[in-house]
T-cell receptor, first 114, second 110 residues
Framework: GAVVSQHPSRVICNSGTSVKIECRSL??????MFWYRQFPKQSLMLMAT?????????EQGVEKDKFLINHASLTLSTLTVTSAHPEDSSFYIC??????????FGQGTRLTVV | EDQVTQSPEALRLQEGESSSLNCSYT??????LFWYRQDPGKGPEFLFT???AGEEKEKERLKATLTKKESFLHITAPKPEDSATYLC???????????FGRGTSLIVHP
């Protein structure tokens, strides 16, 4: 199957700092990438959808100035959590799909804001 | 509105005890139905894609089937390493944004 690499897998940061998470499709061109947030024992909550070269579409209730998404190329999307607070601590997962493909997921990033 | 309902929420099996997980869906046109496995602290791992009613896919102890209203993930003679949360998602027609169910948490006891 297709491979999606997400980095870092874990990050601890101080309140007020920004954290960048990368999502790369290693063996296919990702025309669409998705960013999810997952709370313990909950299903995936879609945050935003991005297509290469265009602005991300955010789900209702997700602050676009807080969660900056850049999909600059067909193999890379980034999620930057700006001015992080403890309530932003969560498990963030990206997924990517190419033409005529289902979505494949990255390994996830555990963000802890202290 | 597209909906995906998975049942049961949690399932405990003894090793070797076969069972099935259900994914019922309501969607305006089905572009595809996907099954994933998720282990704690990891991203979902792709298992199967089903596109049309009557289609079946198999992988080791897992078999996925699809009808016009639901999909089943059959687990034959499960082992403890099959313990995980199994997620079902549908891609509705006209959209590539998947709708996920809440998952079934499976625990297989040795």
């Amino acid at each position: 199957g297709a491979v999606v690499s997400q980095h870092p897998s874990r990050v601890i940061c101080n309140s007020g700092t920004s954290v960048k998470i990368e999502c790369r499709s290693l063996d296919f061109q990702a025309t669409t990438m998705f960013w999810y947030r997952q709370f313990p024992k909950q299903s995936l909550m879609l945050m935003a959808t991005s297509n290469e070269g265009s602005k991300a579409t955010y789900e209702q209730g997700v602050e676009k100035d807080k969660f900056l998404i850049n999909h600059a190329s067909l193999t890379l999307s980034t999620l930057t959590v700006t001015s992080a607070h403890p309530e932003d601590s969560s498990f963030y997962i990206c997924s990517a799909r190419g033409d005529r493909m289902g979505a494949f997921f990255g390994q996830g990033t555990r963000l802890t804001v202290v | 509105e597209d909906q995906v309902t998975q049942s049961p929420e949690a399932l405990r099996l003894q090793e070797g005890e076969s069972s099935s997980l259900n994914c019922s869906y309501t969607v305006s046109g089905l572009r595809g139905l996907f099954w994933y496995r998720q282990d704690p602290g990891k991203g979902p791992e792709f298992l199967f894609t089903l596109y049309s009613a009557g289609e079946e896919k198999e992988k080791e102890r897992l078999k996925a089937t699809l009808t016009k209203k639901e999909s089943f993930l059959h687990i034959t003679a499960p082992k403890p390493e099959d313990s995980a949360t199994y997620l079902c998602a549908v891609h509705p027609g006209g959209s590539y944004i998947p709708t996920f169910g809440r998952g079934t948490s499976l625990i297989v006891h040795p």
